[in-house]
């Protein structure tokens, strides 16, 4: 067992006479024509609902597709009764199996079988009466469809006595060439106010496909293919995503759903999912092991900056109640919900309610920890520290100097964490209180730092109330919830990142190394790369930004630095422009600002890709 781990963490500032300053040339005012940036946020869409990470229940997990409406009015009994749905799982969303087939006017049919309610007016099968019910009940209604002409059990669950019949047409009952009859219908007819929308379709039915070659289904050329950046087409499959949101436009232009996107992380759905998602998976499908939790927590805990209120990572639904998450696992099912609070990951349960013991109910339900995953200020926990099996995440909240702050110990052993309160970015001398939520317990800090042990998978959840060391300003690394990496303004590159690089991190490097520039380790700050650009939105709430640029070291070269231009706009205005060929200072006025603009040109061709920090930034109010 080891302990004290304050050399994990990056020093929080290096002195500025460390730093060599190079070439740097500074130019306050609009020294040539502003590049008017497009705002990378204006394509969200204004979902009344959207703003936390949505809660409900889905059957997957459970049922798959022997799911029934009994089995479904089952759980959402038990959910209301429990007091789940009081404490925000309120979307009930049917998955995959709910088809018959598509008629010859294009109309889906209903299982009527499965959804018995739906054949109750006598006439065409409508979900209208299953919709009401559960919107007498107080809860929300989701659906699920696949983008292309298939849907995925027609390829993954072969045994299921649930699929589409009829003809190969017939069994086609994916959006693809139905967008607007579907959605009229969905959302129209039926009043369903989430839609999950997988893609199986896109990838699963290539002309290769043995079903495929037996005649059973249409041969569509893969538009993505798992795994496969390379050979994915992912402005094909942004195209399809962008229709279907037009679709639903047409008949909620209030915004007043919810649209999950389901690429798996494949196709690039991080740079274009939120202009038409509120939350779109980032990997495959979970299982209920410990392994393939952490898995799926990692694909979206490494992109906080992608996230924000009303469009959030999703790492997939929880597991919570099954497998090596049941009742004899309390301790890996706190730490399964304690991951997914803390990186505002969608909180859908997803097993069978009625079966539940109390304990799970409990863990589910825990109100402290749902106000952390829904806390109105967006922020996705950024992490703080990864060591071996031990990972620190923070979570900045709405209310200033308060942190959620999740220690993780992912591994079979005991361990000890510890954390400086320097690392939250609080002072060190003032009353800080700090309180374990699941078992609620006051922590009290020593010498400036909390430290803990924990056992085998275990994870503890503490909420620390202190005081910013920038007053009433803000590190930019605490707002990721405000952050949007304009999708047009992201680096065009020869060829494909390594896989383990992502484009913008906070606190890291793309590759995921420390922030560091011409030596100086930086605890704060944006790696991104040259030629990309993202949005601050201020709200008018700020006065100043203040931030250290340059190439980051692990893509510099020393022998032939490049110059690269830095540029601030405040609400399209240029604010200021930098350009050096080593490490430069901005600090620009920002008062009024709704939507700052920060960009990095690189005007030379790079054969490369060129990482660039935004360090130390920081907004003063
Ligand atoms: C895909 C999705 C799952 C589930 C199944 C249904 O695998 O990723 O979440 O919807 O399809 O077939």
Known sequence: MTHSHFTSFPPRRIAAGGLLFLAALTAWAADKPARAPSSARAAAHASVQASPPPMGWNPWNAFETSVTEAKIMGVTEKLKQSGLA???YRYINMD????????ADGRLRIRTSMFPSAAAGGGEPSFRPYVARLHAMGLKA?????????????IWSGGSGNLPEGSVAEREVGVMGFQEQDM?????????DFLKVDACGLADFAASQPAVKRGQFRALAPTMVRGRPDQSDAAQVESLYARLKDAIGAVRPQGDYLLSICTWGEASVADWGYKYGNAWRTSADISATWKSMLHNF???ASRPMYAGPGHWNDPDMLEIGNGEFDADHLVEARAHMSMWAIISAPLILGYDLTKSPQSLIDIAGKREVIAINQDPAGNQGVTLMRDGDRQVIVKSLAQAGHKAVALINRGAGNTTVTVPLSALNLAPETATTVRELWSGRDVAPVAGAITMALGP???ALLLVKGRSVLGAGMYVSEMPGRITIAADGRATLARPLQSSWVAAQINAAPSGAPLTLDGAVFGNGLGVLANSRFDLRLGGEFTRLRATVGELDETRDKAATRTLIYRVHGDGKLLARTSS????????AVK???TLTLSVENPETASKPVAVAWADARLER
């Open 86 to 88: 009081d404490a925000g």
């Open 96 to 103: 995959d199996g709910w088809w018959l087939r598509r008629d």
């Open 142 to 154: 989701g659906l699920y469809t696949d983008i292309g002409r298939n849907a995925c059990s027609q």
């Open 184 to 192: 009229r219908l969905i959302f129209g007819e039926w009043g369903f």
């Open 298 to 300: 990692d694909s979206a």
């Open 457 to 459: 998978h275990e994870t």
């Open 581 to 588: 060929a080593g490490v430069a200072r901005i600090d620009v």
């Open 592 to 594: 009024g600002v709704q």
